[in-house]
């Protein structure tokens, strides 16, 4: 009886001497900076010591109320959701698609695609926004390709205007038809488009024909710029597309992974009883992968709400904060401009409860439409 | 090994600890961007402090622009400044002045040292904190047009004196393929800073801008929406191109030296941007081109001004000591022998020659300046009336909205009379806020 106390008081004090370092560890490195998170969200603590310096106090739900009358809450809030919703109806089927093609062979060279697509995701997402933000940007390769095409088609409409009868001297038919195929670009450029453009024209000498068509193309041709960025919504564009070309990979190789333990024969038992490709992959891999469905949504939406690196990489959350995130949009409260901690940590905590809502979510769907693996 | 060699190398090795544990370590936060030309002669320039001080070392951490900003107002976040830290007299540095978290350099430095510099520079009334927090190393003048003026004359163009002579410039610049005015306004400050200012100054006024402050005009006052609307005209106008919005700070002055525009505008500082760096012997743009090719003018007049030919002009940045360090100690010395030295004629003549900023030290001279340096002395001698930098007026919870409030005139998403009442909106909590 006492040897057997010995031995659980011995095995109680191993137990603690082993869980003690770790849950120390815990306490100080994760739940006390949760805690004072939340702490802080609720006060008015405003920079500098922490302790001893200005002495701050705990002001209730203030922050909470500043934040949900911000609109640039609910535009970076706006914004995450079309983060997750591209991560988790985007890159998930496409993943799962591509590792099914993968998987069934339907298409060639698997282990290739399989490097190809994988690439995107060992790249620092720096790097990657980086490269983007070029490939976006009025220098870049898209806007040049574009205002490239942009140019030949006016420059051919300019020609055929130059070129048709009439079109040798500045007449008012020439000045009518440059503003025809202009549009609104010439009400841009002149504030008397008629008069302002026939002065334009009359500048050039008979000889200057093939100086004065590129010059129009130069005034006149559509341009690419950052229009689509005004619009909410479409200026995210850029973002999603680079996020969905970004991880897909990622998903890819965890569902290839998981396909590799379907047993075999009982796909090849349903091909033998008529089943199509399409009802092997919907009735026989997708439920049993419903579990790792699950686990892959649940890192989509952590990862779709902490992306911080690529977006900030890419635009800054800008221009005019339309591109931004609730991650981005905290970390310009709390280390920009006019810097508001409790309001930062006020953000951190509604990321934190927002993804809890999601995560709820897709165990619910789980539960009511998932299989078991 | 006998008894002698024995000793003399343990006492050799005692020396040095002691030697070593005497030593005062001073941690740095300097702002100097590592791409930016003179680099490695700036560092050298920290180098030899350390060798002519070899009982102080210096642990100094480099950056520039967005993560510099962030990365000090994490060191207040933690109760950490750094020892020595370069700071603004306002704007970005408030939390340091309001909050006393660097010392008062007067009584440190004395006035026999600070004799040495232009009174402007010495003046409180112009640090946040009303004390002398830093030492401004120049005076910054944060609208200067520079300008292009061989592509300006291949065109049969003359520089122009007033905004419209600037408007009548765009078709024909335009037809060429290129933009009229350069602006780096990815980043939210630029517009503000670099021209917002100066039209601030010189269609409203900075008494304006004192009486709604003090409560007795509002920004939504027609003043002042009328200086927003001369952004959105220059936008409408083609002047300004709405693309500027994405061209980040970091890649404009090369397309301006690619001559993809006439016009560029940013504060003086970006003149270092354009000189050789020494250590490449590379210039953006050549010293025999800058002497025959570029010009630095005011802004244009602009239709309606009331007060014409201000710019808008700010107390320099410098560097401050952190209060944290004890009064008297061997760290507060030493971090005074290190300001004396950074502002020494032998450091400021190096950094004139860099080009990095015109020295607000009064005995300053070198023949070794490129073109751009004179130039832009002789931009300093044309300006006769200065105004407010906004960030350096508003607070940061003021001019925070304004700067957005720019980008969305430039996207066009807001109107000026909206972007107005968010500023105003800001200032009454701002002012209800100290009023407490």
């Known amino acids: 009886m006492i040897r057997r106390n010995r031995k659980g008081a011995e095995g109680r004090r191993a137990y603690r001497s082993m869980v003690l370092p770790p849950f120390l560890i815990y306490i100080f490195v994760t739940a006390f900076p949760i805690a004072l998170a939340v702490i802080l969200s609720l006060s008015n603590y405003n920079g500098g010591k922490m302790f001893g310096g200005e002495p701050w106090k705990i002001v209730g739900f203030e922050q909470y109320g500043k934040l949900f009358a911000d609109p640039y809450f609910w535009n970076a809030l706006r914004n995450n959701i079309y983060i997750v919703l591209i991560s988790v109806f985007g890159q998930l089927p496409l993943g799962f698609l591509l590792a099914y093609l993968i998987y069934r062979k339907i298409v060639k060279f698997g282990g290739f695609w399989q490097g190809i697509l994988y690439v995107p995701a060992i790249i620092s997402v720096i790097v990657i926004g980086i490269m983007w933000s070029i490939i976006f940007s009025p220098y870049g390769p898209i806007a040049d390709a574009v205002n490239r095409v942009y140019s030949s088609a006016y420059s051919a409409k300019v020609s055929a205007l130059l070129r048709s009868p009439g079109g040798e001297g500045v007449t008012d038919e020439l000045v009518d038809g440059i503003i025809d195929i202009s549009g609104s670009t010439v009400g841009d450029i002149f504030s008397d488009p008629r008069a302002d453009l026939k002065d334009f024209l009359q500048s050039y000498e008979p000889e200057d024909l093939p100086m004065l068509k590129e010059d129009l193309v130069n005034l006149f041709a559509h341009k690419w710029n950052a229009d689509f960025l005004s619009k909410p919504g479409v200026a995210m564009i850029p973002i999603l597309f680079v996020t969905l070309w970004c991880w897909t990979g990622v998903y890819l190789i965890i569902f290839h992974a998981n396909m590799q333990k379907i047993d075999t024969q009982i796909i090849d038992a349903a091909r033998i009883d008529g089943a199509t490709e399409m009802q092997v992959m919907g009735r026989i891999v997708l439920p049993s992968l419903s579990g790792t469905l699950l686990n892959a949504a649940i890192l989509c939406i952590s990862g779709s709400l902490s992306g911080f690196a690529l977006i900030l990489a890419m635009t800054g959350g800008g221009p005019a904060r339309v591109t931004q995130v609730l991650s981005i949009y905290m970390y310009d409260t709390a280390f920009m401009g006019a810097a508001n901690y409790p309001l930062a940590n006020a953000i951190a905590m509604m990321i934190v409860l927002f993804s809890l809502v999601l995560i709820l979510i897709t165990f619910g769907v789980e539960k009511a439409f998932g299989g078991k693996e | ?436």
């Open chain 2, 1 to 436: 090994m006998n008894k002698k060699t024995f000793f003399t190398l343990l006492f050799a090795v005692v020396f040095s600890l002691c030697a070593y544990s005497q030593k005062t370590t001073l941690t740095v936060l300097d702002y100097i961007d590592a791409t930016a030309p003179g680099y490695a002669e700036v560092q050298s320039v920290w180098q030899r402090f350390m060798v002519d001080n070899p009982d102080i070392e210096i642990v100094k951490e480099d950056l520039s622009n967005e993560p510099f900003h962030q990365k000090l107002a994490a060191y207040v976040a933690a109760g950490t400044v750094p020892d020595v830290v370069y700071m603004y007299p306002s704007g970005r540095s408030t939390i340091l002045h309001d909050q006393k978290l660097v010392k008062d350099l007067e009584p440190l430095l004395g006035k026999e040292y600070l004799s040495a510099f232009i009174p402007a520079v010495l003046d409180t009334a112009g640090q946040k904190g009303g004390y002398l927090a830093e030492l401004p190393q120049s005076i910054c003048y944060s609208t200067v047009v520079y300008v292009n003026t061989k592509l300006l004359s291949d065109l049969r163009l003359k520089v122009p004196k007033t905004y419209k002579e600037l408007r009548a410039m765009v078709p024909r610049l335009k037809a060429k393929g290129i933009r009229p005015v350069l602006m780096a306004n990815k980043d939210d400050w630029v517009m503000q800073s670099c021209l917002f200012s100066t039209i601030v100054g010189r269609m409203v006024g900075d008494d304006w801008i004192d009486r709604a402050l003090a409560g007795k005009v509002k920004f939504t006052d027609k003043e002042f929406v009328k200086a927003l609307e001369f952004v959105q005209t220059m936008y409408k106008d083609g002047v300004l191109g709405r693309d500027t919005i994405q061209i980040s700070y970091g890649e404009a002055p090369a397309l301006f030296a690619a001559g993809k525009a006439a016009f560029f505008i940013d504060g003086d500082w970006r003149q270092n941007s354009f000189l050789t760096d020494p250590k490449s012997g590379v210039a953006l743009i050549d010293p025999a081109k800058q002497e025959t090719d570029f010009q630095f003018i005011n802004f244009p007049a602009i239709p309606g001004e009331k007060n014409p030919g201000a710019v808008s002009a700010i107390l320099g940045c410098g560097y401050g000591i952190s209060a944290s360090i004890p009064a008297g100690s061997a760290k507060e010395k030493a971090a005074v022998r290190l300001v004396k030295y950074l502002y020494s004629r032998e450091v400021q003549t190096t950094i004139l020659e860099l080009g990095r900023y015109i020295t607000s030290r009064k005995d300053v001279t070198s023949d070794a300046l490129e073109p751009f340096i004179p130039k832009m002395k002789a931009y300093y001698a044309s300006t006769s009336k200065t105004c407010y930098v906004l960030d350096g007026a508003l607070d940061t919870s003021v001019y925070t909205p304004l700067n957005l409030g720019l980008q969305e005139i430039g996207l066009g998403t807001k109107t000026p009379e909206q972007v107005a009442r968010t500023v105003q909106d800001a200032l009454d909590l701002w002012l209800a806020a100290h009023k407490k």
